[in-house]
């Protein structure tokens, strides 16, 4: 920026206006404005990119937790301080009875019940005496609850004796303060909420079968001991003392006599100096108070915003009962009133499946009053029951949806409210919307709980079956329950925040109330002694509220206030506000507290039943799959519980037993059947071309199970269930299993694969097996151990180096050509070339020994020495070629030596034999032939086979390690394998022609010099033969069909090559006498046509055509023989007899010899 300067002459002119500054602090304020924007927007970026930053917690992997419980290491005492002394200890004696209270119960809910309810869970098939032992390690847990409920009997005595102390109608006794407008309500909750902790321990015990079953086999097993002592090492001393504790142990808790002997306690001690029984102002305080809870109970009942009015409902019921039998009086209009409630609320659930009905507890309880109603009013309120039943279960599903609305859109508030900043003009309101939210989440939890617990509950307890609608009802509320758990879980850092502030806004509002009744108070003049308690219970009131919200601190201003509320020290408007916002100091103080204790699920252990409906309707509406989070966190809420099991020896081995079942449940219902559908799916999917089934999805529906595997992995006891990982699996060990037991499916596996990652992302393994094609055909191993086998069923085709299978079952045939052979040898290395030549060796020796045989035989021998002579002696006169019809003549003449069943002659049979020698030879060269496609085909990557160049050397001249050396040395060794084997591989026929060709031409073997002359009859039936089968192609039954077996050119090349025979045959001209021979039908046939042709004989002319026809097609077949019978001479070298090719191997020889003798003389000269 140019700064201008400024002339001296005009200096004097300048002045400050202000507006130079005004001006910077505007653009400042710009800048720092964007800053902010900016920094939200960059903030807003970095939470959308990255799902770790912010303050959102994923209830499934918690390492640490917020504990948002206020806390103070300061005693009842230190709190309770006035100059009031007398009052500080009326507080103190109460305050410490609640907080005494309130350990009780807490101890009874988290030990005692749990540790009742779950005995004899676990292992279903106990083994004989199991159930003793358990009893017999349950005992001492029934010793602690027996000290814990005499215990609550001394606290209930305490606190009535304390209460009758303070209302005392003797009228010589001192009184401690006035108290004719003070009534400590807070107290007679207490007092009820301890008789309720006794009565759900009846309730218990009285619903439990099974620990009274084990408890009377316990017993029975003691009578057994009592007899024989002796055998159990047990001293009879010892038994008569534990026999009295289990007396004492079964009447004091399991006769169901909790609370009625509870509350039937001698009251009146002389000893203490307190009359209760009779202390008339006591007995009205009492009722008093009873109905005062009863009125703010009976109003919030089944309403909205209900949040503990049914437990407190039990308390007061619990206090009428406590009163009755103190005072012996009835209040009947009251009764009546405590029994109408059962029509709005038919049954109480005290814990997990205890249900508690108020109409029997209070007829059977109560019996005088009872007997004072109407009977048919008290019928009437049975029936009451089942018709709310009946209507619940017609309501369920429109209760669920409609709760569903209201919970998602009390999560978006949530959101919304927690992801705001604070406004720092608009605080006050901001917290107090806040407060409001997060005290309808709990009224939301509390009455979703009440539903599902309460139906759950009566439909067991009334033992009445609940539909499927319904079930599926409950448990989408149990999804919303936890639903509302994991927003403040998941908000917890921001709800944390908010609850420290808005307790301290709750506490300032109730402050500045007791302010004004303070001021109020101290502004009348007038003294007295009630007066200085009011003063001195709003100074501990205020006292209080000045810190921590603490349950001491909050127990201490209700106790405050219960004395400082008389002398209308507050006005009507005042009071309620107060006592709203006292309220919701308890409900924010005790936050996580209170959601934890709505939200838990433990009760679902006993109704697990309903886990495969659930999974069931999961699986057909696999769209918000998702949900299946909330299910599994609500059945991991029975954990912490099962921990106070006590009748195994370990809890362990019980929640064993439960992840267990669930898990079976889950694969059962829900894991197994994903895999199978989807495997279904896939398999249908790539088949669709067989079009198995109508897959049309506008028909059959259709299913998108992707969803499932979008889901994060299900947290449930100490592992994670992983959908898409679990149905990975499954399908990866089928395919690999199905592909191992047929390998020629790995194409169809391998586009399911693919497909299965297109469709439902599923990353899958390869399975790695050895890649065999649908081409690869039979085996080279296979064919090498059954060669027998494989040359009698197999067909050789010797132009294109195919074998064609004979005859199958199947509608194809199978065929095996170079590449597969090649495929086979690159599978299993080049070694096994050689060990399949050393089969066939080994086959062709049993060969040979079944055609020496033949050519043995008499009849065989003398026919073909005859042949011969007659040959030697006619030739001259047959233009040297062995004539047509004597080769007919003796392949007829062998059939009348007999016939085989299926028809067949020695000479077909000899035939055949020749044909599978010849095919074991074409199988040869075929090996040959795979061996060098392989190594061309690995070779390949070599620039130039002539030069190639010297890889060791190369290392060496660089100086590289020793092992690098090594490696160039295989490499080298590798190349020059490679090398020599594709460029000329092994003689193998010339191996096979030298190993037998002495043996044939020795002179043991001279009946086999013979074999020149059985040729061309041999060659009549093969044509004969190949003529028949080649017809057969065109009938519909083709047994027996084929169109080439190259074989038997083969073997008689060979065989004429061991003998040194090509002379011999060559010397009969035995193909040009067949043309010879043919040709001169041909032209007689032509001639007659031509005759017939001028005749006009029709039927005549059909016949010569079909001669002639016929006529072609034996000549033909005669060429294709000779053809292919020139092809494979040529591989033994037909042209060279065996003395000439002894001679030019001596004539190699001695040119070697030469060369090398003259190497050391050129080198010298």
Known sequence: MAVETIAPDWEFDRFDDGSQKIHTEVQLKNYSRFLEEYTTQLKGIEEALDDSIGDVWDFTLDPIALKLIPYEQSSLLELIKTDNKVLNKVITVYAALCSEVKKLKNEAETKFYNGLLYYGEGEAGVVEGESQIQMGRFISFLQELSCFVSRCYEVVVNIVHQLAALYNSNKTATKIIESSGVHFQTVYEHLGELLVVLLTLDQILENHGILKDHWKMYKRLLKSVHHNPGKFSIPEEKLKPFEKLLLKLEGQLLDGMILQACVEQRFDDPGEGVAVAKNSIFAEEFAFNIRTIFTSVESKIGEPSEIDQRDRYVGVCCLFVLHFHIFRSVDKKFYKALLDVCKKVSAVTLTSNIIWFPDTFLITKVPAAAKLMDKKSLQAIKAQRDTLLQQRAQTLTKDMQSYYVFVTSWMMKMESILSKEHNSDKLADDLNSRCNVFVQGILYAYTLCTIIKTTMNMYMSMQRPMTKTSVKALCRMVELLKAVEHTFHRRSMVVADSVSHITQQLQSQALNAIGTAKKRVISEKKYSEQRLDVLSSLVLAENALNGPSTKERRLVVSLALCVGTQLKTFKDEELLPLQLVLKKLDLISE????????????????????????????????????????????????????????????????????????????????????????????????????????????????????????????????????????????????????????????????????????????????????????????????????????????????????????????????????????????????????????????????????????????????????????????????????????????????????????????????????????????????????????????????????????????????????????????????????????????????????????????????????????????????????????????????????????????????????????????????FQAVRDKYKKELNTVLKEQNVQAISQDEKLMQTMNLTQKRLDLYLQEFELLYFSLSSARIFFRADKTAAEETQEKKDKEEAASRSDSSTPADSAS
């Not at 060990?733 to 191992?740: G, P, R, S």
């Not at 010797?798 to 086979?824: D, G, V």
């Not at 070339?833 to 043995?856: A, C, D, E, G, P």
């Open 591 to 1070: 936050l996580s507290e209170r959601v934890k204790i709505q939200c838990d699920c433990s009760f679902l252990y006993w109704h697990r039943t309903v886990f495969p409906i659930y999974l069931n309707d999961v699986y057909d509406n696999a769209v918000d799959a998702a949900r299946i989070h909330y299910m599994f966190s609500a059945l991991r809420d029975s954990v912490p519980s099962m921990m106070h099991a006590k009748h195994m020896e370990s809890c362990d081995q019980l929640l064993e037993s439960y992840d267990r079942e669930i898990m079976e449940v889950l694969n059962e219902h829900l894991l197994d059947k994903l895999c199978k559908e989807i495997e279904k799916d896939l398999r249908l999917s790539v088949h669709t071309h067989l079009k198995l089934d109508d897959r049309n999805p506008f028909k059959v529906g259709m299913k998108d199970l992707a969803h499932f595997f979008y889901l994060k992995p299900i947290r449930f006891f100490n592992r994670f269930i992983n959908i898409k990982a679990y149905v990975t699996h499954y399908l990866d060990k089928t395919f690999y299993n199905l592909t191992t037991v047929a390998l020629h499916d790995w194409a169809t596996y391998s586009e399911m694969r693919n497909l299965a990652s297109q469709r439902y992302g599923l990353v899958m393994t390869e399975a790695h097996l050895p890649s065999q094609t649908l081409e690869q055909g039979l085996d080279v191993l296979e064919i090498m151990r059954n060669i027998h086998v494989f040359v009698s069923r197999y067909l050789y085709n010797l132009n294109n180096q195919i074998f064609i299978e004979k005859a199958s079952n199947n509608k194809h045939l199978n065929t095996i050509n170079i590449r597969h052979i090649a495929n086979s040898i690159r599978t299993h290395g080049t070694g096994i070339m050689n060990t399949t030549v050393n089969f066939t060796y080994q086959f062709l020796r049993k060969k040979f020994y079944i055609f020496s045989q033949f050519m043995y035989d008499e009849h065989i021998k003398s026919r073909l020495i005859k042949d011969i002579r007659f040959f030697r002696e006619t030739k001259d006169q047959s233009d040297q070629k062995y004539p047509f019809d004597r080769a007919e003549k003796f392949n007829r003449g062998i059939r009348k030596l007999g016939i085989t069943p299926d028809g067949q002659s020695y000479l077909d049979q000899f035939r055949q034999l020749i044909s599978q020698i010849g095919n074991a030879m074409g199988y040869v060269r075929m090996i040959r032939s795979g061996g060098l496609h392989c190594c061309s085909s690995a070779i390949r990557f070599v620039p130039d086979l002539d030069d190639i160049v010297n890889f060791e050397e190369m290392v060496k001249e660089e100086e590289l390690s020793e092992e690098t050396r090594r490696a160039a040395g295989v490499l080298d060794a590798v190349l020059g394998d490679l090398t020599s084997n594709s460029a000329e591989g092994t003689e193998y026929f010339k191996m096979l022609v030298a190993v037998f060709a002495p043996e044939f031409r020795s002179v043991k073997n001279m009946h086999l010099r013979n074999f020149y002359m059985i040729v061309p009859p041999l060659t009549v039936n093969f044509v004969e033969h190949s003529i028949s089968c080649k017809e057969k192609l065109n009938k519909k039954n083709k047994s027996g069909a084929a169109f080439t077996d190259d074989g038997f050119a083969m073997g008689v090349a060979y065989i004429l090559k061991l003998l040194d025979q090509y002379l011999e045959f060559d010397s009969l001209h035995w």
